[in-house]
């Protein structure tokens, strides 16, 4: 089931969504609408000159890569070991965020989600501290790779990343892990399964778990609701 949104800050039950993950289109992609959705997993996906409104997705099987479970090949080792690039956090939200909507002529092909709209959005959230980037910068300071998303708690909820050169996205990734698992960080959500993700440790958990570490009050009142919805 596709559900309309209105103007009230509300999402529906994400068990009522399609087996896509398709859960509601409408509404806005204001501040409060977004951490909204971001903290029961829910994010907007949608191509920007197709549709009107956002479209809100929320697959009930999530690909994830926990941060002590990042996988590090020897070719990216050996990558790292000669302090090719410098890698970076938050230095240049904007010039990641631009990165990813243009990098290999994205910003122009059929079903490109990432325009203005979309990324005015989460440079207001990165402005208010609610989403952040990592950059890669060559040995001339030019930025050639990154990744951004937004921050819950103490999990990463990925949005997109981009390489001007071979592996600065993995190596961004690799970054974000390791600092994760300094700080206590549990998870990095891949919103969506790539050979690239599943290659450095990405695998699907049952939605249930990954609320639970996203936001357990939020799990115990979906299954509230649910064993309520049944006894009607």
């Known amino acids: 089931m596709v559900f309309q949104l209105s103007d009230e800050l509300v999402f529906p039950n994400p068990y ?19 951490l909204l959705a971001y903290s029961y997993g829910i994010f907007p996906w949608f191509s920007f000159r197709d549709w009107p409104y956002p479209a809100w ?30 890698v970076t956090f938050n230095r240049d939200f904007d010039g990641v965020i631009k990165g990813c909507s243009e990098a290999d002529g994205r910003y122009y092909q059929n079903g490109a989600w990432l325009g203005e709209e979309m990324m005015k959005a989460y440079r207001h959230l990165n402005r208010q501290g609610y989403a952040s980037s990592v950059e890669v910068w060559d040995a001339q300071g030019e930025l050639v790779g990154g990744l951004y998303g937004v921050i819950m708690r103490d ?25 994760m698992q300094r700080l206590g960080g549990r998870l990095i959500d891949c919103q969506l399964e790539t050979p690239h993700l599943k290659s450095m440790g990405g695998r699907f958990i049952p939605y249930d778990e990954y609320l639970a570490i996203l936001n357990p009050k939020g799990l115990e009142q979906l299954r509230q609701q649910n064993e309520e919805d049944k006894q009607e």
Not at 20 to 29: K, P, Q, R, T, Y
């Open 57 to 86: 997705h929320c697959p009930l099987q999530r690909f994830v890569i926990f941060p002590d479970e990042i996988h590090i090949s020897h070719s990216m080792r050996t990558l790292m070991n000669k302090h090719t690039y410098e």
């Open 155 to 179: 999990c990463f909820i990925g949005e997109s990343m981009f390489s001007l050169m071979p592996n600065a996205s993995k190596l961004a990734l690799i970054h974000l892990a390791r600092v």
């Open 16 to 34: 009522l969504g399609e087996e896509d993950g398709l859960l509601a289109v409408g509404g806005d992609l204001s501040e409060d609408r977004l």
